[in-house]
C-alpha cells in the first residue's frame, strides 16, 4: 500500500469526533415532526437519556441500528431512556411511515434536511457522514458520546448501547459530570 492510500485508509477510520466535534457539549436545540405528526423538542427529554439516531430510510446499517434502539426504548423507557431518530435522506417523510412500521417501532422518528445534521454533530460538510450517526445525551441535556457510522464502535454496538444506556441512567438527573465519557 502507498503512503496516500495508508493514509486515506487511517482516515477512514475516523469517528466524528476526529473531524471536529466536541466531546462533551451542550445538545444543540433540535425540533422535528415525528411519524406521528408530533411536535418532538429534543429540550423537553432533558431528565432523561437520549440515544439519538441520524440514519437514511434505504441504510441496511440504520435499520438495523432503529431495531436496537426500538429494543433499548421498550426495556429501558420506564427507567429514563428515550431514543429518537431523524431521517435525512432526499424525501425521507415519504418514506417514514414503512421505515418506522419495519424498523423503528418504539421511538419517534422524524426528517430532516442532511444540513440539520452536519450542523448538529458539528461535522464538515466536505466529509461524507457515515450513517448511522448515534449520539448519546446525558440527563444534563449533555452530548457525551457520538459515533459515526464508520467507527469501530459500531461493531459492538448493542454491548456499547448498553453500557452506556446503564451508565448514563445509573446518573442522577442533577449530576453533571466534567471531561469526556471514558471508553
Known sequence: MNRRNLIFAGLAGLSTRAFGAQIPRAAPPLKFISHRGEQIDL????????????????????????????????????????ALGVAIDDNAGLKLP?????????????????????????????????????????????????????????TNMEKNLRAAVAKYLAQPAGAARKGPAKK
Open 98 to 154: 414503512d421505515y418506522v412500521g419495519r424498523y423503528a417501532t418504539g421511538f419517534p422518528v422524524g426528517a430532516l434536511p442532511h444540513r440539520m445534521a452536519t450542523s448538529f454533530l458539528q461535522a464538515s460538510v466536505m466529509q461524507p457522514l457515515m450513517m448511522p450517526q448515534i449520539v448519546i445525551i446525558d440527563r444534563m441535556g449533555m452530548i457525551r458520546e457520538q459515533y459515526g457510522g464508520n467507527d469501530p464502535w459500531h
Open 43 to 82: 429540550a423537553n427529554y432533558k431528565g432523561k437519556v437520549v440515544l439519538l439516531e441520524w440514519l437514511l430510510t434505504t441504510c441496511p446499517h440504520c435499520q438495523t441500528s432503529s431495531t436496537l434502539l426500538s429494543k433499548l426504548q421498550k426495556e429501558y423507557g420506564a427507567k429514563g431512556l428515550q
